[in-house]
């Protein structure tokens, strides 16, 4: 793509290197969302920044956003991705506190386990699964999103310090050790649908991250939010194993979550 096949419109967020804007293609006339990387940014840094692109770029899934192309012809470079307009699923869940059903709740959380089951089969850790990088679509489908902090590799070993790290929605071998597989993933997935049954509430409230990483090393798991399904809360315990070999895979946490499903009518 070229830079100017944009023609940007209005200013919808902010990412990690720059501004995030609705655009639309002049060749197709499609509305899409323009992810950009300011020109003040460090080489180092565009280089992160592509680096979402790249792995975007390969993946096709009804559950992923979609990468349309990426532009670096001139600055700012942009990836250009599927224009999701419910907005992130934490805003969604707050804003519709008052009217989410339950079986609205499970279609989110079976959404963003298909998306995960994928991610894994393709060796993609996400490193950092959270409702506010979940996107909801017209018809509501939950896109997971925010690829910034991904790796594809079956194992990645984190040597930067914890700068950017969402300590609240990180397993405790990440924490501890830097040590990331896809069974972190899972680990915050338990937080995700946390999120999803606690409406958009913020994990461990009332806890500072530092307090509640030390809660979570002692052995305290989140109790389960108002009218969580037991199945849903013993599912949340189990990707909050200490020990992530006893963590189960996004295959299995995809079976329980659709068979949830199909039971409600």
């Known amino acids: 793509l070229n830079n100017d096949d944009l023609l940007l419109l209005d200013k919808i967020g902010r990412g990690n290197f720059g501004d995030v804007y609705k655009a639309r293609l002049r060749t197709t006339n499609q509305e899409v969302a323009v992810k950009t990387c300011r020109v003040t940014v460090p080489d180092e840094h565009k280089r992160k920044f592509l680096q979402e692109g790249r792995i975007l770029k390969q993946y096709d899934h009804p559950n992923i956003v979609k990468l349309i192309g990426i532009c670096v012809q001139k600055q700012p470079i942009m990836i250009v991705m599927e224009l999701v307009v419910g907005g992130s ?18 279609l989110m959380c079976k959404d963003t386990a298909a998306g995960m089951r994928y991610l894994e089969g393709k060796n ?22 925010d690829f910034g902090m991904s790796r594809e590799e079956e194992e990645y070993i ?11 929605w990180t397993a405790p071998e990440a924490l501890n050790f830097g040590k990331y597989t896809s069974l972190c993933d899972v680990w915050s997935y338990g937080v ?3 999120e999803i049954f606690a409406k958009g509430g913020t994990p461990y409230p009332g806890y500072s991250n530092s307090k509640a990483r030390e809660k979570i090393d002692q052995g305290y798991r989140m109790p389960a939010p108002d009218s969580t399904p037991t199945e849903m809360y013993k599912l949340m315990l189990e990707c909050w194993e200490y020990q992530p070999e006893n963590r189960p895979h996004f295959d299995y946490i995809y079976s329980i979550v659709d068979k949830l499903c199909s039971n409600y009518r």
């Open 158 to 168: 984190v040597s930067d310090g914890m700068k950017q790290i969402p300590i609240k």
């Open 124 to 145: 993609c850790i996400h490193r950092d699964l959270a409702a506010r990088n979940c996107l909801v679509s017209s018809d509501k489908t939950v896109k997971i999103s």
């Open 89 to 106: 699923l934490l805003t969604f869940l707050r804003n519709n506190a008052e009217s989410l059903t339950q079986k609205q709740q499970l």
């Open 192 to 194: 995700l649908i946390w």
